[in-house]
Each structure stands twice: as structure tokens, then as C-alpha cells.
């Protein structure tokens, strides 16, 4: 049966990579991601979904469902671009638009994957006359404001069964590891502004309070969890050195492998702040702008798609895409690919230095059972409430880290088509099995609720806290 979901997607390649590459022009930044939203939403309504747009407070994000019963079997995309990193698909730098957004986490191919995985399992169970339901779970700012958390929150992903993700990167892999929890907020402070020379002395500076406040922050550092990361940027810090500061403003993430670590963190910041206004004489506002948990690995999810990876084949290249790869690695320093590939601990990256291997075609076992990346995702959300597998496959050239003008080249071109192909038919050939094998769907689920013992999702956004669609919009139309 999963024949004809890879023959389905074969046969309408052309339609898929177009679709990729709509998303690719459009670029447009999480939660404002209007046109893509709606053009993958059409897609899906014309292949006999029904589609349900604006949910959880978000105009873009959306569910669109297809048959009735169970399993029910997810799928997930996202579509939202980063800013400035606007690209040519050409392997030097070159933008389309100076300063524009640009797809540099492929997230065009995010979100084809998951919406052609559906239909082709649509297809099958059509054809063969199978019971169950596809959700296809369209959720915007993965980048920066975590959509998927509001639609956990809202229970957008109750009663689903397995869910699956794909997300570009440089290997063929189903990973075991995990992500760090994290929250993120805005400390505002409010001061008394002052002629700095002449009256200083009535002045009181939110500039000193956001200093202070990272001097705290930096102390803290030695005696929290080795693996806790907490990085700020001072979004605004007065206009000009003769007048006092009156409003000043820091933005901060703070992460830890287990929530609980990060609301303990976060709670001692909230104390420094607070600290840090004291000393000052300024008034703080605190405004939380989204938190996420750590990510729960599904080693029977990994397993299938691992072996819908084997049983398809990782995609071939021409000499043109491999004279491509090789001039785009020019743009990285040999020590800088030793580097990023030694992060990455895949294991013989040493060998891929040595070769001057530029894309990776191998199909990976997971090697990373145990670790906890030092990064966040909000997929990490939807993990605690089904089995969740974010698979990826090898769609820009090694020497391209990720969130750079490479990717957003890979993604728009033929390298980045190959990977979105063959992605998609891994989503589908596992989704049919998971319809079509209730042992294996069973045996997956139990492994997902031994790794819920004792424990109990609690959305780390408090309730009160609406998507922040204002704040998306100004960011926008800068
Ligand atoms: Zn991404």
C-alpha cells in the first residue's frame, strides 16, 4: 500500500516542488504568515480536507482533517521565514532583496512535507478503503513565538495518535534526543529621564537597572545546571548619552534541560530584576513572551521512519547539484566545518572532513540517544501530548550551519527539492503503516505513556498570556 503513496507523489512531483518553492518567494515571519498559511490550506481543501483556519488565537495557524475514526494520525508543517536572510538559490551570497526575510531553516520544506505526507496517505486510505483520521496541524512561529505551544494549549492535538514532522538539516536521520525547556521574556524599566550633565541627580536611569540586572543574571550563571543557557539582547537602551535613560528594555531566554529547572532559573531572574530596580529607583514590567518544554524522544517512531528511509533510498545527485555543494563550501574555512560537524557528534564526521564530502547521503541509526541539544523547539509541546517524531533529511551542504543565507539557498533549489521529495514519501510510507499496523501504532503509544510516568504536561504559557500577534506585526513591517 505505501506503493501508491510514493507513486502518488512521484507521479505529482512537479506540483509538490512548486508548492516548496511558493513558500520559499513568499518568506513571510512567524505569525504574519498570511499568504503561506492560506496557500497550504487551499491545497489541502482541494484535496477533500476540511480546514479549520485562525485556531488558537492565531490567524495562521490551522487543522485541516481528513476522514473519521480512529487512529488518528498527525502531521505537521511550518512555514514561517527569518529575518534578513533573503537569498538567490545560488551557492555565493547574493540576496533577492537586501534585508528581507528568507526560508534560512527551510521551513518551506517544513511544511510541504507534512501537507503532501497527508494527502498521499489520503490517497491510500481512499483507494483501499481505510478507516481512520489525518490531521494535517498547520503551526506558525516556530521561530520565535512557538505556536505549537498555543495550540497544545487550546487542544488542538488531543486525541491524536502519532504525529509526524519533517525539518530540513544535513543528515538522514530520526533522532533520540532531546531539547532544552525554555522561557522567554521582556523586562521593561521605567526611570526618571534627566539633562545627564546638568541634573543628573533627579534623574533616575532604566539603563542602570537593565545593567545591573545582567550583572545579577551573569552571577547567577556558576550556580545553576551546567546545561542551563540564558542569553539577553538590550532592545532599547536610551536615545542618546545627555539625557537619563527613562525606559529601557531587555529581552531574555532562558533554558534547562527539565522545565522545572527553567521555572526555578526563571523565578531568580524574576528576583534580580526586581533586585536590579530596587537599586535604581525604576519601575519593572515584566512581560513573558512564551515557553516551551523539553522534547520526549519516541525510539518506535524513530525505528519506522528509519526503515521507510532505507527501504526508499536517499536521493542521488547530478554534477551540476554536486559542483553546486562544492562551490558553496568555499564559503566555509575547513576549521569552521570541523567545527560544526564535531557538534553535531555524527559519528565519522572526522572521515567527512578528511573526504571533502559536502552532502551527506548516508541513512543514519540515531546516534544521539540521551544527549540534550543545546537548542528549543516547540515541537517539544506537542511530544508531551502523542508520540511525535521530527525526522530530518539531508537538504543543504555540510558546511552550512543552519539560520544562513546557504540554507535559504539549498531550500530553493534542486538539492532542497531532492530532500522535500523524499521526505515526503518517508512521512506518508510511516503514516500508512501506522493506519495499517494497530500493533505497531500500540506498541508506540506504550512507549510514550511509560515515558509520561509521573509525569503531567502543564503548559508553561500561564493562561492569561494571548499569541503575541501585535509585537509579530511591528516586527513585520520593519
Ligand atoms: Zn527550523
Known amino acids: 500500500m505505501k506503493k501508491d503513496a510514493w507513486d502518488w507523489i512521484s507521479d505529482n512531483e512537479k506540483m509538490i516542488i512548486d508548492a516548496s518553492d511558493k513558500i520559499w518567494n513568499l518568506a513571510e515571519l512567524g505569525l504574519v504568515e498570511e499568504k503561506s498559511s492560506k496557500y497550504l490550506a487551499n491545497i489541502l481543501e482541494e484535496h477533500g480536507f476540511t480546514v479549520e483556519m485562525g485556531v488558537a488565537d492565531m490567524p495562521t495557524a490551522f487543522v485541516a482533517s481528513y476522514g473519521k475514526g480512529d487512529p488518528t494520525i498527525g502531521f505537521m508543517g511550518e512555514y514561517d521565514a527569518l529575518p534578513g536572510l533573503s537569498q538567490k538559490p545560488v551557492p555565493y551570497q547574493d540576496p533577492i532583496e537586501e534585508g528581507a526575510p528568507g526560508h534560512g531553516c527551510g521551513h518551506n520544506i517544513h511544511g510541504v512535507t507534512g501537507v503532501m505526507g497527508a494527502i498521499a496517505t489520503k490517497v491510500v486510505m481512499e483507494k483501499h478503503g481505510l478507516k ?29 495518535d502519532a504525529v509526524f514532522s519533517h525539518h530540513p538539516g544535513r543528515f538522514n536521520v530520526a533522532g533520540l534526543g532531546s531539547s532544552l525547556a525554555m522561557n522567554s521574556a521582556k523586562f521593561h524599566f521605567y526611570g526618571t529621564a534627566a539633562h545627564a550633565a546638568a541634573t543628573a541627580y533627579v534623574g533616575r536611569s532604566a539603563l542602570d537597572a537593565i545593567e ?25 537602551g536610551g536615545m542618546q548619552p545627555n539625557v537619563v535613560p527613562d ?43 512564551e515557553g516551551l518544554c523539553n522534547e520526549l524522544p ?91 517524531m521530527e525526522f530530518s533529511t539531508a537538504t543543504t551542504t555540510l558546511e ?58 502543564i503548559c508553561p504559557i500561564p493562561e492569561d498570556i494571548k499569541p503575541p500577534l501585535e509585537m509579530a506585526r511591528e516586527k513585520a513591517s520593519k
Open 212 to 236: 545591573l540586572m545582567n550583572v545579577g543574571v551573569n552571577f547567577m550563571r556558576e550556580h545553576v545546571v551546567q546545561e542551563a543557557r540564558v542569553h539577553y539582547v538590550i532592545e532599547a
Open 132 to 160: 481512520g483520521t489525518l490531521k494535517f496541524f498547520g503551526t506558525p512561529a516556530e521561530e520565535t513565538y512557538s505556536g505549537k505551544v498555543f495550540m497544545v494549549r487550546a487542544g488542538c492535538f488531543n486525541g491524536v
Open 400 to 457: 552550512a550551519a543552519g539560520h544562513d543565507w546557504q540554507w535559504t539557498a539549498c531550500c530553493g533549489m534542486s538539492i532542497g527539492h531532492k530532500s522535500l521529495i523524499f521526505a515526503t514519501k518517508v512521512m506518508a510510507g510511516s503514516a500508512v503503516e501506522l493506519v495499517t499496523k494497530p500493533d505497531l501504532l500500540k506498541k508506540i503509544k506504550d512507549e510514550h505513556a511509560e515515558r509520561m510516568t509521573g509525569k503531567r504536561y
Open 247 to 289: 525606559y529601557a528594555r531587555s529581552w531574555y531566554y532562558i533554558r534547562a534541560p527539565e522545565r522545572e529547572q527553567v521555572n526555578q532559573i526563571y523565578d531568580w531572574v524574576l528576583q534580580i530584576a526586581e533586585g536590579a530596580a530596587l537599586m535604581t529607583q525604576t519601575k519593572l514590567k515584566v512581560e513573558f513572551i
Open 298 to 388: 519516541s525510539k518506535g517512531l524513530s525505528e519506522l521512519v528509519i526503515a521507510n528511509m532505507r527501504e526508499i533510498g536517499a536521493p542521488e545527485y547530478s554534477d551540476e547539484e554536486m559542483t553546486f555543494a562544492k562551490e558553496m563550501a568555499k564559503t566555509v574555512t575547513k576549521e569552521a566545518k570541523s567545527e560544526l560537524l564535531r557538534a553535531t557528534k555524527r559519528p565519522g564526521w572526522e572521515q567527512l572532513v578528511e573526504d571533502n564530502i559536502h552532502i551527506d547521503r548516508e541513512i543514519h541509526d540515531p546516534w544521539d540517544k540521551g544527549i540534550i541539544w543545546p537548542g528549543s523547539t516547540d515541537t517539544s509541546d506537542v511530544s508531551w501530548i502523542a508520540p511525535t
